[in-house]
């Protein structure tokens, strides 16, 4: 009965936890579709006009711009350093290979503040200037480390044993990897690069250290506009980031699970 009455408990307490984690979204969910101006409760009718004026709004269809290049350009550059670093550090004695796997995680164990000055701070030394290149090597330096962790846990479990007989076969290496090996990597390829276009479709910290003057990504486009007031088409905005950070891992999850099942 003890045992009943703390389980209960317990999944009471998640529940809670789960509903103050949540219920903020929910929030800004439902008054994206708020028809009056004012953002609040009861709502007093429904409406896309705060999605309508969203899309009508130069400003924040640039950052929405900006922040899909920069997205897309950081999932294709650390996907490939990625793929390429933990097939070193997997596939090959690399000497040294612990502390050059500490490194490359390393920068997931620092706070992103300290990363995002530090960075700044050493380009700075040198004489380089705040750039849109900038702002996309910090994005590849803090979305690295999670392809690499991502691909190690898939190849690890690739058995070594199925490349050496397509190359006993007469199968270069070359040749291997992209008929052998990268289809059964595709489902963490894919989760990793999903990983970092995510990460910095998101990322705030660091971009607001990175990136040059006239360079707005979505998130700095909501922290500026919350400067000035909270209007309702913050709320639309949110709407619209909730759905592609959420879909989009979802979507990930399922095309992996689909690619694993038919490997």
Known sequence: ??????????????????????????????????ASQFGSFPMTGFSFRWFVELAQNDAILRAFRTSIILGLLTALISTT???????????????????????????????????????????????????????????????????????????VSIRRDVEEAAMSLGAGPIRTFFEITLPLMAPAVLAGALFAFTISFDDITGTLFWKPGGVETVPTQIFAMLRNSISPEINALGTVMIVLTVGLPLLGAALARYLSRNG
């Open 1 to 34: 009965m003890g045992g009943g009455l703390g389980r209960r408990l317990v999944s009471a307490w998640a529940v809670l936890v789960y509903v103050f984690m949540f219920l903020p979204v929910a929030v800004v969910v439902l008054l994206s579709f708020n």
């Open 81 to 155: 350093l990625g793929v390429l670093a933990a097939l070193a550090l997997v596939r090959h004695r690399v000497p040294g290979s612990n502390a050059v796997s500490t490194l490359l995680i390393a920068p997931i164990l620092v706070p992103e503040v300290v990363l995002a000055v530090a960075l700044l701070l050493f380009l700075n030394a040198l004489g380089i200037r705040k750039s849109f290149a900038l702002l996309l090597f910090g994005h590849v330096i803090f979305t690295l480390p999670f392809v690499i962790l991502v691909v190690q846990a898939r190849l």
